[in-house]
Nanobody
Framework: QVQLVESGGGLVQAGNSLRLSCAAS????????MGWFRQAPGKEREFVAA????????YYTDSVKGRFTISRDNAKNTVYLQMNMLKPEDTAVYYC?????????????????????WGQGTQVTVSS
């Protein structure tokens, strides 16, 4: 059974930083692209960032470019989301996600339908 476990969320003031981690129980984690999504109260879940198996291809939604950094450690089966200069509008539940299978030729997905496994989410609250 695939498990994705997020951690690192919390309550911070605007301008501060948080680092989210996602530990994945994927046997061949190093072949999977991985993604981060978020869902604010009353809003739909939205794409935040995605990273290819090697880390060579990375995508961000426009609102976090220059502030957030996605990375991964394949030896630890973990993907990270470093969030700097946080804003109140970043407040949301953040989810880690993985596709159904790994493939070194896949382009990292930026749409919800491109992911099949989801973590339980971690709350990030940014106060003004």
């Amino acid at each position: 059974q695939v498990q994705l476990v997020e951690s690192g969320g919390g309550l911070v003031q605007a301008g501060n930083s948080l680092r989210l981690s996602c530990a994945a129980s994927l046997r061949t984690f190093s072949s999977y692209y991985m993604g981060w999504f978020r869902q604010a109260p009353g809003k739909e879940r939205e794409f935040v960032a995605a990273i290819s198996w090697s880390g060579a291809s990375i995508y961000y939604t426009d609102s976090v470019k220059g502030r957030f950094t996605i990375s991964r450690d394949n030896a630890k089966n973990t993907v990270y989301l470093q969030m700097n200069m946080l804003k109140p509008e970043d407040t949301a539940v953040y989810y880690c996600a993985a596709p159904h299978s790994g493939n070194y030729y896949y382009t990292p997905g930026t749409e919800i339908y491109e992911y099949d496994y989801w973590g339980q989410g971690t709350q990030v609250t940014v106060s003004s």
